[in-house]
């Protein structure tokens, strides 16, 4: 089982460029989630899917889409980077959307844009 | 107002010793849940250990307890013999529904950062 993961680890963007960070689960999950975590700031929530064929906006959503292709994967799109963008991006998964279930994430993908 | 407060930025713990990492949080849902997950300086978040707001026993894993009081509404966590590999950032976390209904959405305190010490 590879758990959670996400592609690229590393990517370094110019100011307006596009592009699609990539993730996915093998554990079977229904929900999946996107954050950023910023130097003192914890994580926050981007979009997340609570199951196949829904998403959702969490707290910060500006400036990002996310599709989620199919049970397994969920990909978080920037149309057009900015500065503020910059970050370490998280995604994670969880059996279920209740209360008791605990997040698995991925190793993170870190962000610069210049 | 912060839903998930953890009010030391950072803790400095001997080797062997015993540690507490703060947490409180907000909800008037009676049902929630609340987690602690470690990062490494490698980045990486591990799942530490869960309470439900309905358990009545305080959740422990191995060297890792959570001292649930829920009528002030904190969720502290304790390690108990620090080990130098314990060194990380600690974040709480609690999921509770969404004023919508519908999901329990996570919520992450902006984390401890904790030293241990040989």
């Known amino acids: 089982n590879a758990g959670v993961t996400q592609t690229p680890k590393f990517q370094v963007l110019k100011t307006g460029q596009s592009m699609t960070l990539q993730c996915a689960q093998d554990?079977?999950?229904?929900?999946m989630y996107w954050y950023r975590q910023d130097p003192g700031m914890g994580l926050r929530l981007i979009y997340y899917?609570?199951?196949?064929?829904?998403?959702d906006k969490g707290e910060v959503p500006n400036g990002y889409n996310v599709s989620r292709l199919n049970k397994r994967e969920f990909s978080l799109r920037l149309e057009s980077a900015a500065p503020s963008q910059t970050s370490v991006y998280f995604c994670?998964?969880?059996?279920?959307?209740?209360?008791?279930?605990?997040?698995?994430f991925g190793p993170g993908t870190r962000l610069t844009v210049t | 107002a912060q839903k998930i407060t953890q009010t030391q930025p950072g803790m400095f713990v001997q080797e062997k010793e015993a540690v507490t990492l703060d947490c409180t949080y907000d909800?008037?849902?009676?049902?929630?849940?609340l987690f602690w997950y470690k990062q490494p300086s490698s980045g990486e978040m591990i799942f530490l250990i869960y309470?439900?707001?309905?358990?009545?026993q305080n959740a422990t894993e191995g060297r890792y307890s959570l001292n649930f009081q829920k009528a002030r509404k904190s969720a502290n966590l304790v390690i108990s013999a620090s080990q130098l590999g314990d060194s990380a950032m600690y974040f709480c976390?609690?999921?509770?529904?969404?004023?919508?209904?519908?999901?329990?959405?996570?919520?992450f305190g902006r984390g401890t950062s904790l030293i241990v010490h040989p």
């Open positions: 909800t008037s849902d009676p049902s929630y849940g």
């Open positions: 994670a998964s969880s059996e279920g959307g209740t209360w008791s279930y605990e997040q698995y």
């Open positions: 899917s609570a199951s196949e064929g829904t998403t």
């Open positions: 309470q439900g707001s309905y358990d009545q």
């Open positions: 976390a609690m999921r509770e529904p969404l004023a919508s209904g519908g999901s329990y959405i996570p919520t």
């Open positions: 554990m079977n999950h229904n929900s």
